[in-house]
């Protein structure tokens, strides 16, 4: 720093070794070197080589598993769209059964019982919200 405060010390001429994103240009373009040559200089992300279970290894997936995920991502997609035209932009339920336990999240808190005890989301309900919302 100089004498002067908030002045920054400006630097003398960097080799190409110290160029900074924001520094200009070594090629004299004029350009930020972001801008201009830093894509230049970063390589493309190497070739990833998928593997399946029998030990067969692909540069690309098959066309077949291709088309596979494409319908699984397809039918996703539309029971997503089924469930918002039914029941509109709200979260989904996030319930299930495991080792004899229904598990059901609300927001941030975990709950479980016997599955038989909570068949439907309304029996869940009905144990756990506050006593002066139900008639």
Request: net charge positive; proline share 7%; charged share 35%.
């Amino acid at each position: 720093m100089s004498g002067r405060k908030g002045q920054k010390k400006r630097r003398t001429e960097k080799g190409p070794w110290k160029l900074g994103r924001n520094d200009p240009c070594s090629c004299g373009s004029g350009l930020k070197f972001k801008k201009c040559c830093l894509p230049k200089v970063i390589s493309p992300a190497p070739q990833r080589i998928m593997a399946s279970k029998d030990g067969q290894v692909w540069k690309e997936a098959p066309p077949e598993l291709y088309a596979k995920a494409m319908r699984v991502f397809e039918e996703k997609r539309r029971k997503e769209q089924e469930r918002v035209a039914r029941f509109g932009q709200i979260r989904p339920q996030i319930s299930m059964v495991w080792q004899g336990q229904r598990w059901v999240v609300v927001r941030n808190r975990l709950f479980y019982k016997e599955a038989d005890k909570w068949k439907y989301f309304s029996d869940f309900l009905r144990d756990y919200a506050p006593r002066g919302a139900w008639p």
